[in-house]
């Protein structure tokens, strides 16, 4: 009987857009063929490497919902790049640190361009599907995201894209391979629409203001005309038209009558220059008395009510800085809250600084480890080693909160990945510090740029424990106020965490006196020209140097030495055939060794040498340890002096054994400088005995000499006959 045939009839409208790069690579946008019950889906193709983004949005809000409800998850597929994950259940478990890196990179481009009335669950999914190892996927997320929103009827004031700007032998370059980044002096992400640039991360080799702006302007270039390959592409799939949607209660009467019954009020205490606690007392005394005056109300009608009075103090305070060039506590825009700073707080740490700006305070730790405590990658396109590591926590007492301590979130990564762009930087070079360093910013009070004082206090502590860092780093958060024609401005330094959720701008810098070593800069409103940015940049190096002058003051160069009760690092290079000599078989030698010196021993093959690290609390186990390892792996030198071991005497002399398996000929001659007729009775076999390696023949035969470490007998001269 003759087997039926099948044939596949479903046909898939896919519709692409290439965008071409300008140096011979393209960028590949696709939708139609996959994920189509999504509201909007594509993937994006770079060289192999491909990601698939997805976005759906609930029909409608929540009731009680009046912010946007946006989750962006960014993961990376390990079939992406041909491994099994690692670990018990060998699948992709939560998102690692660096996924939501990249999830949060993609979240602060996008959630501005979407309308503020708009309030319905909304969900972005971007997949790293498959990987070109030298082509970084992070840098098309964004371009990623915001195309799958592009097809869909999502609303959204779009589109925009990321990229990644680097400067390679001097060159600027757009989205540079994984290679090329190993040489770059510069490498930020920016992101931004066909109009404004409204995110910027990064980090630099002490780069000057100037500099920096290129490569926002150069990126935006990039960015201008991927924006304008999306806009074709929604035309194309038919989507220029949005849903309709009706996600907020209005009641404009209500609105001008708060604002006429509390706008004074609220300019007043906003001018006060009260201090944080006392100033939210009192905003929040004012909205309860009106809300009061209404009567019996609804629950819509009071939410109402608190809403349009934040828009007051929303405009209050701007006000005051526009107008007055005053801000909430009585500050100039240009002034540095009051800072002071200690080293060596804590006697058991390794290294300890508390460093307090205004009301923002972290007590920042640096604890030094060996080998054994560097972190394992297992990432689908990173994986490998990491020595320095840097951990932020902001706990709810910090803001006098009540909240429960669940670990690390999306923003204390965040956070603590700026600190640790920023002191990576100013590290001694790899063969200059075998440590492992960790170093932890815990926030004890917060109002404002707790991830800069992370940085300052960071730096204190890590001079604290004798970290020959190249340059102290300071960083500073400055913030933006512009009236709604754009017309006016201010620039403010050093931001209150009211300035920051009232502002334009959250622009963070750090920095040594030399230069920009990272910035993270998110923007809220359309349309921040260069000359802003500048001036902005200008006045964030004023308050860097600030800073930096007033931690000085505190401790100006790393100390001398480590702290007494730190442990000691000792490296040893040794031949690569001696690599399993000294692990010993199943590593027998070297767990023996660990267990009888006290010392911990950690070897690998660097360039075809062995690589031995010692690490230990107390110097005796690390001499122990090294003497050890030594006398397993160390090659005979002639002319160096050894303690040996007598194994065996014959009638010329003796054989010594001045390293394991390594003998040589105390020969009868070389003992002693009087001549010696016999051996008997001059050594003893088991006998330690100092010798000096005089020759090592052609075939390998050790010559030693005891005489020549003795002193020569004075000579005597003979009476004349």
């Not at 110097?619 to 006398?631: M, P, Y």
């Amino acid at each position: 009987m003759k087997s039926a045939s099948y044939e596949n009839k479903m046909s898939y409208n896919a519709i692409k857009k290439v965008i071409d790069l300008g140096d011979g690579r393209t960028i590949e946008i696709e939708t139609g063929k996959l994920a189509k019950q999504a509201d909007g889906s594509v993937v994006i193709k770079m060289g192999d490497t491909m990601l698939l983004a997805t976005v759906v949005s609930s029909k409608e809000a929540k009731e009680g919902i009046d912010f946007l409800p946006l989750s962006v998850d960014y993961q990376e597929k390990y079939a992406a790049t041909g491994r099994i994950p690692g670990g018990f259940l060998r699948r992709e478990a939560r998102l690692s640190d660096y996924e939501v890196l990249i999830s949060r990179l993609v979240d602060r481009a996008l959630r501005p361009l979407f309308p503020e009335d708009y309030h319905a669950d909304t969900q972005v999914m971007i997949s790293l599907i498959s990987a070109d190892k030298d082509i970084m996927p992070d840098c098309l997320a964004g371009l990623a995201a915001s195309a799958a929103l592009s097809v869909s009827d999502i609303p959204f004031n779009g589109p925009i894209s990321e990229v990644r700007v680097a400067k390679v032998d001097g060159e600027l370059v757009i989205n540079p391979t994984l290679s090329q980044l190993q040489r770059a002096t510069l490498e930020f992400i920016v992101a931004g629409s066909e109009h404004d640039i409204n995110m910027v991360e990064g980090e630099a080799h002490e780069i000057q203001e100037a500099e920096l702006v290129e490569a926002i302007k150069f990126a935006h270039t990039a960015i201008k005309i991927q924006c304008l390959a999306q806009k074709e592409l929604t035309i194309e799939v038919g989507k220029t038209e949005k849903r309709t949607y009706s996600h907020e209660h209005s009641n404009e009467d209500l609105k001008k009558a708060i604002y006429a019954a509390t706008y004074e009020q609220v300019y007043a205490i906003a001018g006060s220059a009260s201090a944080k606690d006392e100033r939210s007392v009192k905003f929040k005394e004012v909205r309860d008395a009106y809300i009061a005056t209404l009567g019996e109300i609804d629950d819509i009608t009071k939410s109402l009510a608190k809403k349009y009075y934040h828009d007051v103090e929303y405009d209050a305070i701007r006000n005051l800085v526009l107008d007055e060039g005053k801000r909430l506590d009585g500050r100039q825009t240009t002034q540095i809250r009051p800072i002071w700073s200690e080293v060596g707080y804590l006697p058991s740490a390794h290294g300890s600084a508390v460093f307090t700006r205004g009301e923002t305070q972290a007590l920042t730790t640096v604890t030094l480890g060996a080998k054994d405590d560097e972190q394992m990658i297992d990432g689908a396109f990173i994986n490998g080693y990491q020595k320095f590591l840097l951990h932020y926590n902001f706990p709810g007492f910090s803001t006098g909160e009540v909240r429960p301590n669940r670990g690390a979130g999306r923003r204390e990564i965040g956070h603590g990945n700026l600190a640790m762009r920023s002191l990576k930087r100013v590290l001694p070079a790899e063969d200059e510090n075998p440590y492992t360093i960790r170093i932890v910013s815990d926030i004890l009070e917060s109002n404002g740029s707790s991830s800069m004082a992370t940085v300052c206090a960071g730096t204190l502590a890590l001079m604290d424990a004798g970290i020959k860092i190249t340059e102290p780093v300071s960083g500073i958060a400055m913030g933006l106020i512009t009236n709604e024609m754009g017309t006016k401005y201010a620039i403010l330094s050093d931001i209150l965490g009211d300035e920051d959720h009232l502002g334009d701008m959250d622009f963070k810098v750090t920095g040594t006196k030399n230069g920009i070593v990272a910035c993270q800069m998110d923007l809220k409103i359309n349309g921040l020209s260069y000359e802003v940015l500048t001036n902005a940049l200008d006045q964030a190096k004023e308050g860097r140097l600030h800073i930096l002058g007033e931690m000085a003051k505190t401790i100006a160069q790393p100390r001398e030495d480590y702290k007494p009760f730190a442990p000691r690092i000792v490296t040893l290079k040794i031949d690569k055939e001696f690599i399993g000599a000294v692990i010993g078989p199943g590593g027998k030698i070297i767990q023996e060794m660990q267990r009888e010196t006290g010392a911990n021993i950690n070897i690998e093959e660097v360039n075809n040498m062995g690589i031995v690290q010692i690490f230990g609390d107390n110097k005796e186990a690390i001499d122990l340890a090294v003497g050890r390892i030594r006398a397993i792996a160390m090659r005979p030198e002639v002319g160096e002096t050894y303690e040996g071991k007598v194994r065996s005497i014959m009638p010329f002399g003796a054989f010594v054994e001045i390293m394991p398996g390594k003998d040589g000929l105390l020969h009868i001659s070389e003992i002693d400088h009087r001549r010696i007729e016999t051996m008997d009775g001059v050594l003893e076999v088991g006998e330690i005995v100092k010798v000096k390696l005089l020759d090592i023949d052609k075939q390998g035969k050790l010559k030693l000499s005891r005489k020549a470490l003795l002193p020569r007998p004075e000579r005597t001269e003979q009476p004349k006959g």
